[in-house]
């Protein structure tokens, strides 16, 4: 049973339940302290610390469950460069117009 | 096989007859397809997030949207997302010991774990029909006014980051009960003074206030659905529905390609190929939808 592969797919799955664990916990409590706004009131710290551990948590899944940390970085990079350059842009486009809108609409 | 391929030189390698990717075709098509799919939810996902920002005053709190846990009511937000969230990660997890399994070629073991990954995706399915249920349900219901805001009822419950914290209270009766008229609605209101209005920026207006808010009252709406919301914006449940049911709808999709693999591996089509490659694909399909649900997950439930 001293599996290698298998150990380390407990792992992956232990690392996701403690990240899930703690996002869970976050998002029952809310603790004051994380509700401070940054980069002038654009998102919570809260916020941001969901985020980046679904960052986190997408990128185990993708490394270790879809096991692209083991394939040529011919398909690792055909895979992931697409993502990489079009989602930023496609994040930042939309976010930036909504804050437009809001401001033409008088929201 | 690693070894030998890095042997030759990048100009053969690319020169047809081999795997300059190191997979085979299927694999490769099915990863194209990820990624075309993880962009169409991207495109989701930050429509989501502009009509957010668009109305960052009037979005419903999600803590008081989806806060049912069967058998104990309401009151528990978050609670069975997390569930739900857990069954969705253990399933990815038997998913890749069947994987392993299969590359081990135990057959035995690929259909134990294959099962349970099948099992998880039902109970999933399942727990976000009941979601919907509840969704589409409604719970204290709301007033809707003329010009198509909604109004809900509070009541103070505490201090929070030095301002009150209000929770919503239900004036159209629980459970089945038919929806009130305005007319019992105003009745119903009257009857319980400390209950304030809580209207659509998200600002409190004293009990005193109600003849003036009712006198723009269009309708009693409860539950959600495309067009009206009780817990606030018609835009959330509009976006809940659609993503939640576009994803739903991948899950069942993989619940179904489990399945078909699950009957193969019984048949014992793959022992006579020599390899469970197609489990691989499904596998990373799965692991796929599991990945979304992540984000979903992050997006409408705990932001």
């Not at chain 2, 109004?151 to 209270?169: A, L, Q, S, T």
């Not at chain 2, 009766?173 to 998200?202: H, W």
Request: glycine letters at 8%.
């Amino acid at each position: 049973m001293a599996d290698q592969t298998i150990t380390a797919i407990w792992k992956v799955f232990i690392t996701l339940s403690i990240v899930t664990l703690a996002e869970v916990l976050l998002g029952i409590y809310r603790p004051e302290f994380l509700e401070l706004k940054l980069f002038s009131g654009l998102i919570s710290l809260l916020n941001l610390t969901f985020i980046l551990l679904t960052l986190y948590k997408a990128y185990c899944i993708v490394w270790f469950f879809m096991h692209v940390k083991y394939e040529y970085s011919n398909l690792r990079l055909t895979i992931t460069l697409p993502l990489y350059i079009l989602l930023p842009y496609l994040i930042f486009i939309l976010l930036v117009e909504s804050s437009h809108v809001r401001e033409i609409l008088g929201l | 096989m690693q070894a030998h391929t890095q042997a030759i030189s990048i100009r053969t390698l690319w020169r047809g007859g081999r795997r300059p990717m190191g997979v085979s075709y299927g694999k490769l098509m099915m990863w194209i397809f990820i990624l075309s799919d993880a962009l169409t939810f991207s495109g989701f996902l930050t429509a989501y997030g502009f009509s957010r920002f668009e109305f960052a005053d009037s979005w419903p709190e999600p803590d008081e949207v989806f806060s049912h846990v069967p058998l104990l009511g309401g009151g528990y937000p978050m609670i069975y997302v997390a569930f739900m969230t857990f069954v969705l990660i253990f399933s990815s997890v038997t998913m890749v010991l069947a994987v392993d399994a299969g590359r081990k070629m135990l057959k035995n073991k690929v259909v134990l774990y294959l099962f349970l990954t099948i099992l998880g995706g039902g109970v999933f399915l399942s727990s976000q029909t009941w979601e919907w249920y509840h969704f589409i349900k409604g719970e204290a219901g709301a007033l809707q006014l003329k010009d198509g805001s909604i109004v809900h009822f509070v009541k103070p419950k505490g201090m929070r980051n030095g301002g009150p914290v209000y929770e919503k209270v239900s004036l159209v009766g629980e459970g089945r009960a038919a929806t009130p008229t305005l007319p019992q609605l105003k009745r119903a209101f009257e009857a319980n003074p400390g209950v304030q209005l809580r209207i659509l920026n998200r600002s409190v207006l004293p009990h005193s206030q109600g003849d003036a808010v009712f006198a723009q009252a269009k309708a009693v709406v409860r539950g959600a659905n495309l067009v009206e919301n009780e817990y606030g914006l018609p835009q959330f449940a509009d976006f809940f529905f659609f993503i939640t049911g576009f994803h739903g709808f991948h899950v069942f999709t993989g619940v179904l390609l489990n399945l078909i693999v699950f009957l193969n591996v019984l048949l014992g089509t793959y022992e006579r190929r020599g390899h469970y490659e197609m489990l691989e694909k499904v596998g990373l399909y799965w692991h796929f939808v599991d990945l979304v649900w992540v984000f979903v997950f992050t997006f409408f439930y705990l932001i």
